[in-house]
């Protein structure tokens, strides 16, 4: 009986049992290859023209039109940025610096004690809920929508070719989007914090600043520097509400410099390279801040 059950169970004599066949697994490897080929592509589309601006910029109007327009100077100088600087450049420098901070500091402070209200009282106040809806209503709003009526505006109280013609626009443009951001960040706080300070006899304007204001400060860097770079850039409103040349922001101010000087490209790229640098700056200052704060939610 044992020889035949080990008939039975053994294989054949000089064969051996075939392996199980392995499932081929899917290694996502394999196509980084066709990823880092895009990525290298869309690196080279964004890094050749700041490469050409910074390189064009430190050559003589001469070399630019007499060597090849990527080749980097032989002799680079800084003659295009003294130009720039003596052309009332710092003038619209400051009149930018202005513009900026006016608008987006209010603008930041308001929309969060705003947002800080509407989710702390918004579920028991059905007047905090409409005011919330109209400031959300702004984000579908555009500003060349109503450009006209700020002009008219801007006119009747007497405010055209100020800056305060500006800011003041600038500002209302900035609220609806930094209400709605801070207002998410705000929300993820869990209340049980919010109900340890009030049993520690906290006002809510202590809560706001010793428990808030901490707790959202990626989101408050974020919507700060997107802000501050919408302002910085913007061109249509310095545009259509200014009008001597001692009101220019740098936008208005490049534009009108490259009509003046339209065969200088040198002179031209050194100012954009001027005007780039304070929002650079900044980005370096707070970039880990607004990291944190645009993949916040992703994390979640």
Same mark, same amino acid.
């Given at each position: 009986?044992?020889?035949?059950?080990?008939?039975?169970?053994?294989?054949?004599?000089?064969?051996?049992?075939?392996?199980?066949?392995?499932?081929?697994?899917?290694?996502?490897?394999?196509? @980084?290859? &066709?990823?880092?080929?895009?990525?290298?592509?869309? =690196?080279?589309? *964004?890094?050749? +023209?700041? $490469?050409? %601006? #910074? /390189?064009?910029?430190?050559?003589?109007?001469?070399?630019?039109?007499?060597?090849?327009?990527?080749?980097?100077?032989?002799?680079?100088?800084?003659?295009?940025?003294?130009?720039?600087?003596?052309?009332?450049?710092?003038?619209?420098?400051?009149?930018?610096?202005?513009?900026?901070?006016?608008?987006?500091?209010?603008?930041?402070?308001?929309?969060?004690?705003?947002?800080?209200?509407?989710?702390?009282?918004?579920?028991?106040?059905?007047?905090?809920?409409?005011? @919330?809806? &109209?400031?959300?209503?702004?984000?579908?709003?555009? =500003?060349?929508? *109503?450009?006209? +009526?700020? $002009?008219? %505006? #801007? /006119?009747?109280?007497?405010?055209?070719?100020?800056?305060?013609?500006?800011?003041?626009?600038?500002?209302?443009?900035?609220?609806?989007?930094?209400?709605?951001?801070?207002?998410?960040?705000?929300?993820?706080?869990?209340?049980?914090?919010?109900?340890?300070?009030?049993?520690?006899?906290?006002?809510?304007?202590?809560?706001?600043?010793?428990?808030?204001?901490?707790?959202?400060?990626?989101?408050?860097?974020?919507?700060?520097?997107?802000?501050?770079?919408?302002?910085?850039?913007?061109?249509?409103?310095?545009?259509?509400?200014?009008?001597?040349?001692?009101?220019?922001?740098?936008?208005?101010?490049?534009?009108?410099?490259?009509?003046?000087?339209?065969?200088?490209?040198?002179?031209?790229?050194?100012?954009?390279?001027?005007?780039?640098?304070?929002?650079?700056?900044?980005?370096?200052?707070?970039?880990?801040?607004?990291?944190?704060?645009?993949?916040?939610?992703?994390?979640?």
């Amino acid at each position: 009986m044992t020889t035949m059950l080990d008939s039975r169970t053994s294989p054949p004599a000089g064969k051996h049992a075939a392996p199980p066949k392995a499932r081929r697994r899917f290694n996502p490897r394999q196509w @980084n290859v &066709l990823g880092g080929l895009a990525g290298w592509l869309w =690196l080279g589309i *964004v890094v050749v +023209p700041l $490469y050409w %601006i #910074i /390189i064009t910029s430190l050559k003589l109007q001469s070399d630019y039109y007499a060597t090849n327009p990527l080749a980097p100077p032989t002799d680079p100088t800084l003659e295009n940025y003294r130009f720039v600087l003596e052309s009332d450049f710092v003038q619209y420098f400051i009149n930018s610096v202005i513009v900026t901070v006016g608008s987006v500091g209010p603008a930041v402070l308001f929309s969060f004690m705003a947002a800080y209200a509407f989710i702390r009282g918004g579920a028991n106040s059905r007047f905090l809920r409409g005011v @919330n809806g &109209l400031f959300l209503m702004g984000l579908a709003i555009p =500003l060349q929508a *109503v450009i006209i +009526p700020i $002009y008219l %505006i #801007i /006119i009747k109280i007497q405010m055209y070719d100020t800056l305060g013609a500006i800011i003041m626009p600038s500002l209302a443009f900035a609220i609806p989007l930094s209400v709605l951001v801070l207002g998410n960040f705000i929300r993820d706080v869990p209340k049980e914090l919010f109900e340890s300070m009030r049993m520690d006899g906290a006002t809510e304007w202590g809560t706001l600043w010793r428990l808030a204001f901490p707790l959202t400060r990626p989101a408050l860097v974020t919507v700060t520097i997107y802000q501050g770079l919408t302002v910085w850039n913007g061109f249509v409103l310095p545009l259509i509400l200014t009008q001597s040349p001692e009101q220019r922001t740098l936008p208005l101010a490049l534009w009108e410099f490259q009509g003046q000087y339209s065969v200088n490209i040198p002179a031209v790229l050194a100012s954009v390279v001027l005007t780039a640098l304070p929002i650079l700056t900044l980005y370096v200052l707070g970039r880990r801040q607004l990291l944190s704060g645009l993949t916040a939610g992703f994390s979640k």
